[in-house]
């Protein structure tokens, strides 16, 4: 009984993996309808399987020895042998149950019957015109070679013969430079191009400097790789390395990635250039400071301009000490910060940066033009990661929590909102350790002691932060679902309904933020001034609304049937972003908050009049259409 329960319990049938189309096509085959007889004997023991490309040349004679075709030059053929992918490539049935047969070197005749060839029913080859394809033939098959392919295009037109494995696991792709030596020969061995001796060939990947399909090959190649890269015509594109290419249905290049220099285009639009110009130490992208990290560079700064002036050396103009700083904290320009993180300890890059990610966007030193073009070469010395908290006490915890806390509400301030809320993210980590550490410590109830009561107070402070930066980002929903995480827990919280109110004024929900702001004064009537200030914003903004709408659909309703209500240019011009309120007229500084006098300053600049339009019912209702029949 028991074997019995174990097995209902823990047997779980398998699905039969279903037939391939492969599987079905040899279900066609019968005894005497392929034959197969030795000519020749291969060398070796393995014989091909599925994944390997095989290289063979086939003459097809009838029964009584008169030729049909041949890719082989001694039987009237071009002297192009046939490659395929076995698994892969479309075959003929009698070829496909026959080849994986057969090993290097080997010649053997195969005897088929029409239903093996072009005969066969749903034929995957078209015959070509004039084929006996209704008779028994003989396929003479010599097997030239068979090895592991890497099929680099889904046409089989570029594969790839792997000789040595290289080093590492990175790949040149746009815009890397790359150097290669590299040789072409055709499929009779005539020599295109012959391998240079003296130095490799360079190009830039993505460039059209090599033929597509050799470019393709190389960017599955590793550094050191050896390689043989089959091609044919449609991939043999024109190129300065081969400039003519008529002619040529298939060839072979031989190539041995010698080096490629890693370029990284870091915005996409070619404006912010990485070009790594010494390769550091590990592995990437594994080794480099992609997280929150103290690093120490040395960077020289240089105008790209005529001269090229250098305006800043930390050798020379900063009595040779390298600079440290933290990232992610906005200390140095973005492009400059982006570019590090990408770097490896000991690598060395050359960066070229536009305007707006230099010092556009950051204290410009006084030899910088404004509007500047930059050149840094930077060299990654190393860098610390940043503290794990895992084993530490919960005030060690707090206390780190509280300088990244300080951290993000200056990139606050400072209107650097993704950077101040990836701080904020962060703290999550640490909010989640510090419950660990609570746990440890038998606090089942953290609010019934001081360490849960300060543990519960930042929680809630990160939350209303990180709603904040959402609120700045234009990301209303997420700012709410965000300040639902205070209030589901205390739905007294006044910060909380004030955060959340003013992100639904923004977001158009009118009702939703009058409703939060008269629970302020409910929860706590010293917020009456606050909630007050904040509904009569609302009722401004409220009939701004309606205004702009009524305006933007003047006319709309009083046409005639088939008439078309004008919309002028005024009306555009409405749609524009509203004008920036003066902080004064804000009146929602936490600062005048007694909770926390260190949270984020509410500052909403900007209400963009398109994101509190109101929708469906609300805007009829806006218009004073309160019943509206649609024809």
């Known amino acids: 009984m028991a074997i019995v329960e174990e097995a209902e319990q823990g047997f779980i049938p398998q699905k039969k993996k279903s037939p391939s189309d492969e599987d079905k096509r040899k279900k066609k085959i019968v005894p005497g309808s392929l034959m197969k007889a030795l000519m020749r004997p291969g060398w070796g023991d393995s014989r091909p399987s599925d994944g390997d490309q095989v290289i063979y040349?086939?003459?097809?004679?009838?029964?009584?020895?008169?030729?049909?075709?041949?890719?082989?030059?001694?039987?009237g053929g071009k002297g192009m042998p046939i490659?395929?992918?076995?698994?892969?490539?479309?075959?003929?049935?009698?070829?496909?149950?026959?080849?994986?047969?057969?090993?290097?070197?080997?010649?053997?005749?195969?005897k088929m019957k029409p239903q093996l060839h072009y005969g066969e029913d749903d034929c995957p080859i078209t015959a070509p015109t004039g084929f006996p394809k209704e008779d028994e033939l003989h396929f003479e098959i010599e097997m030239i070679d068979f090895f592991k392919a890497k099929v680099i295009s889904d046409d089989l037109g570029v594969i790839k013969k792997v000789i040595t494995e290289g080093k590492g696991w990175e790949s040149p792709r746009e815009p890397y430079e790359v150097k290669a030596w590299i040789s072409a020969k055709t499929f009779d061995g005539k020599e295109i191009i012959?391998?240079?001796?003296?130095?490799?060939?360079?190009?830039?990947?993505?460039?059209?400097?090599?033929?597509?399909?050799?470019?393709?090959?190389?960017?599955?190649?590793?550094?050191?790789?050896?390689?043989?890269?089959?091609?044919?015509?449609?991939?043999?594109?024109?190129?300065?390395?081969?400039?003519?290419?008529?002619?040529?249905e298939e060839v072979y290049f031989d190539v041995e990635l010698a080096h490629f220099v890693q370029v990284r285009d870091m915005l996409g639009d070619g404006r912010l250039i990485k070009r790594r110009i010494q390769d550091g130490k590990g592995e990437f992208p594994m080794d480099c400071p992609l997280h929150d990290s103290l690093l120490r560079v040395h960077y020289k700064g240089m105008?790209?301009?005529?001269?090229?002036?250098?305006?800043?050396?930390?050798?020379?103009?900063?009595?040779?000490e390298p600079l440290e700083f933290s990232s992610g904290e906005g200390l140095v320009p973005e492009g400059f910060e982006m570019c590090v993180r990408l770097m490896l300890p000991g690598e060395v890059a050359l960066v070229t940066c536009p305007p707006d990610y230099a010092y556009d966007k950051f204290p410009r030193p006084a030899n910088v033009p404004e509007g500047a073009h930059i050149q840094w070469e930077i060299e990654l010395l190393g860098f610390e990661m940043p503290k794990d908290w895992t084993g530490m006490n919960f005030q060690s915890i707090m206390d780190d929590a509280e300088k990244i806390r300080s951290t993000g509400n200056r990139l606050f301030k400072e209107g650097k909102y993704e950077l101040a809320k990836a701080k904020y993210d962060k703290l999550s980590h640490a909010e989640v350790v510090a419950v660990q550490v609570l746990r440890e410590f038998n606090h089942v109830n953290p609010q019934d002691d001081e360490e849960g009561k300060v543990f519960v107070d930042t929680r809630n402070l990160l939350h209303l932060n990180v709603a904040a930066c959402y609120l700045k980002m234009g990301e209303c929903k997420k700012s709410i679902e965000t300040c639902n995480k205070v209030l589901d827990v205390n739905p007294a919280h006044v910060k909380a309904l004030y955060r959340r109110g003013m992100a639904y004024m923004e977001g158009g929900d009118f009702e939703e933020a009058k409703s939060d702001f008269q629970n302020m004064i409910k929860a706590d009537k010293s917020s009456e001034p606050d909630a007050r200030a904040a509904l009569l914003k609302l009722k401004q903004k409220e009939q701004e609304t309606k205004q702009k709408v009524q305006k933007q659909f003047r006319g709309l309703f009083d046409k005639k049937p088939g008439e078309i209500a004008d919309v002028g240019a005024e009306d555009i011009k409405d749609k524009t972003v509203a004008k920036e309120p003066n902080k004064g007229e804000e009146g929602e500084s936490d600062d005048n908050n007694s909770e926390d006098s260190n949270e984020v300053v509410e500052d909403v600049r900007q209400a963009r009049w398109f994101s509190f339009w109101p929708s469906g019912r609300k805007l009829f209702s806006s218009l004073g259409l309160e019943r509206c029949t649609i024809l």
């Open 57 to 75: 040349h086939c003459t097809i004679r009838t029964l009584d020895g008169v030729v049909v075709e041949s890719t082989n030059a001694n039987n």
């Open 83 to 110: 490659r395929n992918v076995l698994g892969k490539s479309k075959m003929l049935l009698g070829l496909l149950e026959g080849i994986p047969t057969m090993l290097k070197g080997e010649i053997a005749m195969f």
């Open 194 to 248: 012959s391998r240079t001796q003296r130095e490799p060939f360079f190009f830039t990947f993505g460039k059209s400097e090599v033929p597509k399909g050799l470019e393709m090959g190389i960017g599955t190649m590793a550094r050191e790789e050896k390689a043989v890269i089959y091609v044919t015509s449609q991939y043999l594109t024109q190129s300065p390395f081969i400039p003519e290419v008529e002619g040529y």
């Open 303 to 320: 105008l790209l301009n005529e001269e090229n002036r250098v305006f800043y050396d930390t050798r020379s103009d900063n009595n040779g």
